[in-house]
């Protein structure tokens, strides 16, 4: 037979002490600490859904290509077959969710053409670049150049 | 079977510890646990950036890009990603152990291209850096934030809890590399995620969607039939400040030793 100690009740309320924090611990815990947290690691997975559920803006080329097959074929031919369509054209998710709601804005032909063939010291040598002032005489680029072949 | 106190104790307590042992092994099975987000396993990737230097022509669509994709501030100072100017003047026959300073310049983070310099150096060699988060694996800006809001993902992208970001800017001074700054509009920390909206849809990032000579290139280290590892098996690769041992994941090309 289990001998009881003396003054067994101090030990009794010590330990029911001790439960009680336990318990207070735990419900603490479970209300601060976020559903699923070091799950995946010492973060919150949530955060990685909040991030993932952002709205798109650039809609990739493949979205052009399924409506725009003809400018498609003639970009794939060319120079400029590397350039992705909103490159120049700008973000258009919009336009790929309603192409008749929002439509792409007309571009300066030569702000955009001198972003990448303004003559600059820094650009690599292989890269085509003129003195558009000089070589233009003020004309805009599509005068002579089609920005989906482009020709020297 | 009766027990004295001394055998009592000692028995409790090993059985006690080995509770803690079971409980902490079982921790470690759990936090190895995959989890599956629908349509996107992040355990299945590792994703790093492979930067053409060379490539480079300093048009600035990257940095267009990612303001309009990622709802950024127009000011400069805060970008997600911006292009470096570095130019560097030629040594100087009379004095060749001087040190060669470097010219950096990034107007309007380069988001409007380059105007010519204002004072060319004669002789120099001039080339464009693309700067962006370099998603460290030993990221210095998650081991200090104090509330755990920044973390490395398991698909190797460093993202920001913005639920739980105090805006302390901790990490905008730790990061070595200059990439996070806070969003006036939140005040909570902002910075590259990779286009983490577009990556776990199959799409690229917005800046090597526009990027007219693909200067820049995202890729799944996990995957082995990603270009990326014959690129990174071709060519001489160097990241920013190895020294730092952060375990940068953007892999520059052709990277002088002047790039800080």
């Known amino acids: 037979m289990l001998r009881v100690p003396r003054d067994a009740e101090h030990l009794l309320r010590l330990a029911l002490l001790f439960a009680a924090g336990i318990v207070v611990f735990l419900v603490v815990r479970s209300l601060l600490v976020p559903a699923g947290f070091g799950e995946l690691g010492h973060f919150r997975p949530g955060a990685i859904l909040a991030n993932q559920q952002k709205p798109l803006h650039f809609a990739g080329r493949a979205a052009c290509d399924d409506c725009h097959a003809e400018n498609a074929t003639t970009l794939a031919a060319s120079r400029h077959a590397k350039i992705g369509c909103e490159s120049c054209h700008g973000p258009l998710a919009a336009h790929v969710a309603d192409p008749d709601a929002t439509k792409p804005a007309k571009l300066d032909a030569v702000e955009l053409c001198s972003r990448c063939h303004a003559e600059l010291p820094s650009r690599p040598k292989k890269q085509p670049q003129v003195e558009i002032v000089a070589h233009s005489e003020g004309e805009s680029c599509t005068e002579c150049h089609e920005a989906h072949d482009p020709t020297p | ?260």
């Not at chain 2, 950096?104 to 380069?110: K, R």
């Not at chain 2, 694996?137 to 998650?142: E, G, K, R």
């Not at chain 2, 990603?226 to 520059?252: C, F, M, W």
């Open chain 2, 1 to 260: 079977m009766s027990l004295d106190r001394r055998e009592f104790l000692a028995q409790g307590t090993f059985y006690l510890m080995l509770t803690g042992a079971a409980s902490e092994a079982w921790s470690f099975i759990e936090a190895g646990k995959p989890q599956e987000a629908p349509g996107y396993n992040v355990q299945e990737h590792w994703w790093a950036m492979f930067i053409d230097v060379e490539a480079c022509i300093g048009c600035g669509r990257c940095v267009d890009a990612c303001k309009l994709e990622n709802d950024v501030p127009d000011e400069a100072w805060f970008s997600r990603t911006w292009v470096e100017r570095y130019t560097i003047p030629p040594p100087d026959p009379l004095h060749p152990k001087r040190e060669l300073l470097p010219i950096v310049d990034s107007p309007n983070g380069g988001r409007n291209g380059f105007p010519p310099l204002e004072h060319p150096v004669e002789g120099a060699k001039s080339f464009f850096v693309p700067k962006l988060c370099n998603h460290c694996a030993h990221s210095p800006c998650v081991q200090v934030c104090p509330v755990g809001a920044t973390f490395e993902s398991p698909d190797g992208v460093v993202l920001v809890d913005k639920t739980y970001c105090i805006g302390c800017r901790y990490c905008v001074q730790a990061c070595p590399y200059g990439c996070r700054f806070i969003d006036p509009r939140t005040n909570t920390v902002d910075k590259c995620t990779l286009c983490y909206h577009r990556i776990t849809k199959g799409l690229t990032t917005a800046c090597c969607e526009v990027c007219p000579t693909q200067a820049r290139l995202l890729g799944d280290l996990r995957n082995p039939a990603d270009p990326i590892h014959e690129l990174l098996r071709t060519h001489k690769v160097q990241v920013l400040k190895p020294n730092l041992a952060t375990g940068s994941k953007a892999y520059y090309n052709g990277l002088d030793a002047a790039v800080r």
